[in-house]
């Protein structure tokens, strides 16, 4: 099926006149799609090499931001790298981010990006991407949903609690995997600035939750 739709969009590309544009690169398809295949099934490694060979072809060319083809490599190149953990990750995503400001994959790299901060627990870092992410219209609502809740949790651990609060009192009013989560830490951040009123509503609607009922009984009890 994914054969069928790639052979389907190189027929499109062709009939719409941007064949010639790419026509440097006809030689090396093969190898973009490979990797678009083995992208897809989680062989990054692999995807990763066929990436690099495709890229490296006609250097003069890789810099040319119009090509749809070479944007895109980069793109699965730079995610590659996170999804492997690679120590070069930040570089190609970060590369990619300056020099495709306008393509529709920067808000998912910036994405990417603040996930690699996030992991390693670099918070203030991964403000910045969560940020520049949150306020594209090219993220999907599931990530939207998730980098809303991470973003409130970097800030919570940079110790910015009005921003925090800001994003969590936003991830508490959706049903999605992360409203509990965030109002858990929406409680807490009451409870530090000393709005107990609002601590002690926040936790009273959590104090029948199975993840976090008995760190609600103990705030409740002191509020």
Do not use: C
Not at 39 to 47: D, L, S
Not at 185 to 199: F, M, P, V
């Amino acid at each position: 099926m994914k054969k069928v739709l790639i052979f389907i969009f190189l027929l499109a590309i062709a009939q719409s006149g941007l064949w010639a544009q790419l026509s440097p690169y006809q030689a090396y398809l093969p190898l973009y799609q490979e990797a678009i295949e083995l992208f897809e099934i989680g062989k990054y490694g692999a995807a990763a090499k066929r990436l690099d060979a495709f890229l490296a072809f006609e250097e003069d060319l890789r810099a040319k931001e119009e090509n749809d083809l070479h944007a895109n490599a980069r793109y699965l190149q730079a995610v590659s790298a996170y999804k492997l953990e690679r120590e070069d990750a930040i570089e190609l995503l970060d590369k990619f981010i300056r020099e495709f400001p306008e393509n529709t994959k920067t808000a998912l790299a910036q994405y990417y990006l603040g996930k690699y901060y996030f992991s390693q627990r670099q918070y203030p870092q991964a403000v910045a991407p969560f940020q520049a992410a949150v306020q594209s219209s090219a993220l999907n609502t599931d990530i939207f949903d998730e980098v809303v809740y991470l973003l409130g949790y970097a800030y919570f651990e940079a110790k910015n609690y009005p921003h925090a609060l800001r994003y969590f009192d936003m991830a508490a009013k959706k049903e999605t995997p992360y409203r509990v989560n965030a109002q858990y830490y929406r409680a807490i951040l009451h409870y530090k600035i000393k709005s107990y009123e609002e601590a002690y509503t926040a936790f009273q609607a959590l104090k029948d939750s199975k993840k976090y009922s008995r760190e609600t009984r103990v705030y409740l009890a002191n509020t």
